[in-house]
């Protein structure tokens, strides 16, 4: 490692864990995120954080953003929001040698279990935080609060008091504030058996993530997930595994719903690498985004037509083509005019005929011009254009 950065708010627990690593004669960088939620209190915080690092020589980026506007233009919530800037604010000055530190201590952590079991969590939130995961490091995990706020009064460490501490409206204040304070008076050794609970979910988090790593690869490959893989224990994997693979909170749940509809049912899904999901037999199909890709027309001028004809090229009649050939994905109600069959029929009714799984009806393409369908492709011809001995001819392929 060659730097370390160090997220300082100017609160007990990040100046010990400043006052430690620079004891430790590490490059440090200091990062310093100033909200302004508090008026000046906030500017207060900057400037200990300012003044620490000016008297010990250390390196300072500081970063002054108005939470409220970002609210009013995205929404969402004060606290994560305020993460999401922390944390871009971090990775933005972090080089892939070097490490994050914070300073999230035991009292932490304990609270963010029973956070975690209050909001139903699964083994992920009850494995709370870890002291060490990619470049975040979180060295105080041991140590409590008040342990803190002993080294600091024994190594002169300066820090500010940050009253929104102890304002009750937050979920976490009240776990910190009122509800654990009355339950270790019962339970003193709360935080030690808390602690070994922790453990075990997160060394069931382990487990679970080399599972879903094994699967991966035949997911990422096919795009098929078996409604095996969501039974049982592996219910866990499979929500590691989507988790891994991009997927939004709460798929897992949508996918569960999905299984109960009728083959063929699907759920359009955002902001990944597949835009839709299928309903099988015994699966759930995932769908990549073909995007707005379509193969090339290929036309070219022949004198003859083949003793035998293939489903990648079509010969059609220039003269009887309306305008220019085009490529585009079905649509519900077109119909085409196939050979040997009276009358039109339907797209839809010519893949379903064909057992065409519902996954891939919906990539379907279709050769036309300006005044009908030409093609069906990989399926059936049109006649209306067809070429014939006698007429011109003209050899129409794809080219992906």
């Known amino acids: 490692m060659d730097r370390c950065l160090v997220a300082c708010s100017g609160g007990v627990d990040s100046m010990v864990l400043l006052d430690m690593l620079r004891h430790c004669g590490k490059s440090l960088l200091v990062l310093h995120v100033n909200y302004g939620l508090r008026g000046e209190a906030s500017d207060q915080d900057e400037h200990l954080v300012s003044a620490y690092c000016e008297q010990h020589r250390l390196k300072l980026e500081v970063l002054r953003v108005d939470l409220y506007d970002q609210l009013k233009l995205s929404g969402g919530n004060l606290q994560q929001k305020a993460r999401e800037v922390r944390y871009a604010f971090f990775e933005k000055h972090a080089l892939p040698s070097d490490g994050i530190f914070l300073a999230h201590h035991l009292d932490d952590q304990i609270e963010t279990f029973f956070l975690a079991l209050t909001r139903g969590g699964g083994v992920r939130a009850l494995s709370c935080m870890a002291e060490h995961r990619g470049k975040i490091f979180r060295p105080l995990l041991r140590y409590s609060k008040a342990e803190l706020i002993r080294y600091a009064h024994e190594n002169d460490v300066p820090w500010r008091e940050d009253q929104s ?26 935080n030690e058996d808390i602690l070994l609970v922790i453990k075990q979910f997160q060394l069931k988090l382990i487990y679970i993530q080399q599972k ?189």
Not at 165 to 190: C, D, G, H, M, T
Not at 303 to 313: A, G, I, R, V
Not at 368 to 391: H, M, N, P, Q, Y
């Open 165 to 190: 501490n102890q304002e009750l409206s937050y979920a976490r204040n009240k776990w910190r504030n009122v509800f654990l304070p009355e339950i270790q008076k019962v339970f003193p050794n709360l």
């Open 212 to 400: 879903a790593n094994d699967l991966a690869g035949e997911f990422n490959s096919t795009g098929k997930l078996p409604f095996e893989w969501m039974d049982t224990e592996f219910g866990e994997v499979v929500s590691e595994l989507l988790r891994m693979s991009g997927f939004t909170h709460g798929v897992f749940a949508e996918l569960q719903k999905l299984r109960h509809s009728d083959k063929g049912s699907y759920l359009d899904l955002i902001h990944c690498r597949y835009n839709r999901v299928f309903r099988e037999t015994d699966h759930f199909q995932f769908m990549k985004d073909v995007g707005t890709e379509l193969p090339i027309i290929v036309s070219e001028p022949t004198d003859h037509l083949p003793k035998e004809f293939d489903k990648k090229t079509i010969y059609l009649d220039p003269e009887k083509i309306t305008g220019d050939l085009k490529i585009r994905i079905w649509q519900n109600g077109d119909r085409i005019k196939p050979i040997g069959v009276n009358g039109s029929k339907l797209i839809s009714d010519i893949l379903s005929d064909a057992k065409v799984h519902a996954f891939e009806k919906s990539s379907q393409i279709v050769l036309i011009d300006d005044t009908k369908i030409l093609w069906c492709v990989g399926f059936c011809v049109s006649r209306e254009a067809l070429a014939t001995a006698s007429s011109q001819k003209m050899k129409v392929y794809l080219k992906i």
